[in-house]
């Protein structure tokens, strides 16, 4: 039988995706994955180098894959990287599970990332590419997802309490 996980977390970058995860494995008593750390892991290189190196086609075929993997093996909780749901067949995977979508506005997004350079898809413009990118993602989001919490002026814990009681998770 295949693994399934606890809960998976999407959602645009910085939102919070890690620090979320972690504390929700903690309280849940489960292990704690990222895709884009498996990603990090198995390509010896960063994201943004792969974006750079071979485009952003390329990494989505190596995202699609580790999220494919992830999903079938791992039984805690899962965080996807910001682009994972652009993906037709990781939404249909994800039909099924137990999947928050974390939310934030673009003025949170600015004080939490800074909205920096080493964000590929947000080196030019930040503020106008990251208002396209939700724009283009929210409903791709919002598909996938079983509840969604807004991060916006939440701490993490308190986002991981408002995730517990809105997936009605019990804690270890």
Do not use: C
Request: no cysteine; proline share 3%.
């Amino acid at each position: 039988m295949s693994a399934v996980p606890v809960v998976v977390l999407v959602g645009p970058m910085g939102v919070g995706k890690s620090t979320v995860g972690q504390l929700l494995a903690e309280r849940l008593g489960v292990g704690y994955r990222d895709t884009d750390e498996d990603i990090v892991a198995a390509e010896g290189r960063t994201i943004a180098e792969i974006f750079v190196d071979e485009g952003e086609p390329v990494f989505r075929a190596i995202e699609k894959r580790a999220v494919q993997r992830a999903l079938a093996e791992h039984d805690g909780v899962l965080s996807l990287g910001g682009g994972s749901i652009l993906d037709a067949d990781t939404r249909a995977l994800l039909a099924g599970h137990r999947v928050l979508y974390l939310s934030m506005d673009v003025e949170e997004a600015v004080k939490r990332t800074g909205l920096n350079a080493a964000r590929p898809l947000l080196a030019v413009n930040p503020r106008k590419q990251w208002r396209e990118l939700m724009e283009a993602r929210r409903s791709l989001y919002e598909e996938v997802a079983t509840a969604v919490v807004a991060t916006d002026s939440r701490t993490p814990e308190e986002v991981t309490q408002v995730a517990l009681d809105s997936l009605e998770l019990k804690e270890a």
